[in-house]
């Protein structure tokens, strides 16, 4: 997949500060475009990214300035927590650029916490309704942010907007990693992934096929399972997932030969066919 063809693009606040950590941690390298969406001046202003798109300007200006910074993309992410008014603004009109410029397309996004407004998740139905369009989509209920805390302690809303930056970069990283030796991006439709860390390649897969984002025994009812570690071959963490997952499931395994102080295993599932 040719890198320079990626677009990494962070919508609303919280996709902004996304795309700046994924920037600071060095995502892609220099070979990815990435792009900030939102209505916030202030918030664009002092984002990493170079190219700001403000959505207070009229819509045909809006629309020409997206399609000018999606321009000859292989490969389009979406970063975003759906519920505000840029994401329901944004979202459509990337989906449709996208779609018309035979683009693939991928979207990180988080879902409104269940008490949240009636309008926030009146804009999150209509963002999801615009997803169904794209070809592989991860969705995070806002409620699960908490669960990555395992001690009993009020959290802030700054310590959940590290929680979703850090699920929202691991996941294009991996997400990118997992597709890099093919061809074209993977089309997944709706997805789910993990991930975790070890002393051991097992004990990292057994953490990321436990990464609290997940739904229980979720593996079991996948199609496809792509997983990816660090830390040389290891047959009994690959005899592992055999056992867990359904005898007509797909299963794809990467090793990939980078070393860190501690194994990091990565696990995408998927139930589409095929």
């Given at each position: 997949m040719d890198k320079k063809k990626i677009k990494i693009v962070g919508i609303g606040?919280?996709?902004?500060?996304?795309?700046?950590?994924?920037?600071?941690?060095?995502?892609?390298?220099?070979?990815v475009?990435?792009?900030?969406?939102?209505?916030?001046?202030?918030?664009?202003?002092?984002s990493a990214t170079r190219n700001n798109i403000f959505l207070n300007q009229?819509?045909?200006?809006?629309?020409?300035?997206?399609?000018?910074?999606?321009?000859?993309?292989?490969?389009?992410?979406?970063?975003a927590g759906i519920g505000g008014t840029s994401a329901t603004q944004a979202i459509?009109?990337?989906?449709?650029?996208?779609?018309?410029?035979?683009?693939?397309?991928?979207?990180?996004?988080?879902?409104?916490?269940?008490l949240e407004s009636a309008e926030?998740?009146?804009?999150?139905?209509?963002?999801?309704?615009s997803l169904r369009e794209v070809d592989?989509?991860?969705?995070?209920?806002?409620?699960?942010?908490?669960?990555f805390r395992l001690y009993q302690k009020e959290v802030s809303i700054a310590e959940l907007f590290e929680v979703a930056n850090e699920i929202f970069y691991q996941g294009v990283k991996i997400f990118l990693e997992i597709s890099s030796d093919k061809s074209t991006p993977l089309k997944?439709?709706?997805?789910?992934?993990?991930?975790?860390?070890?002393?051991?390649?097992?004990?990292?897969?057994?953490?990321?096929?436990?990464?609290?984002?997940l739904e229980e025994n979720e593996i079991k009812h996948s199609k496809k399972i792509f997983v990816r570690h660090t830390g040389g071959s290891d047959s009994a963490s690959k005899n592992f997932i055999k056992k867990m997952i359904s005898s007509d499931a797909k299963l794809f395994w990467?090793?990939?030969?980078?070393?860190?102080?501690?194994?990091?295993?990565?696990?995408?599932f998927s139930r589409k066919e095929g």
């Open positions: 606040e919280g996709g902004a500060r996304a795309v700046g950590k994924m920037i600071a941690s060095g995502v892609g390298n220099k070979n475009d990435f792009v900030s969406i939102g209505k916030d001046e202030n918030i664009l202003l002092t009229d819509p045909p200006t809006v629309y020409k300035n997206i399609s000018a910074a999606l321009r000859d993309a292989k490969l389009i992410i979406i970063v459509p009109r990337i989906v449709s650029l996208a779609k018309n410029s035979n683009a693939t397309t991928v979207a990180f996004v988080s879902k409104p916490f269940v926030r998740k009146k804009n999150a139905e209509y963002c999801l309704n592989t989509t991860f969705i995070f209920p806002a409620e699960k942010f908490f669960l997944l439709g709706e997805a789910s992934l993990g991930y975790g860390f070890g002393a051991t390649v097992l004990e990292a897969i057994k953490s990321a096929v436990k990464f609290p984002a990467q090793v990939d030969n980078s070393q860190g102080e501690k194994t990091f295993a990565a696990i995408i």
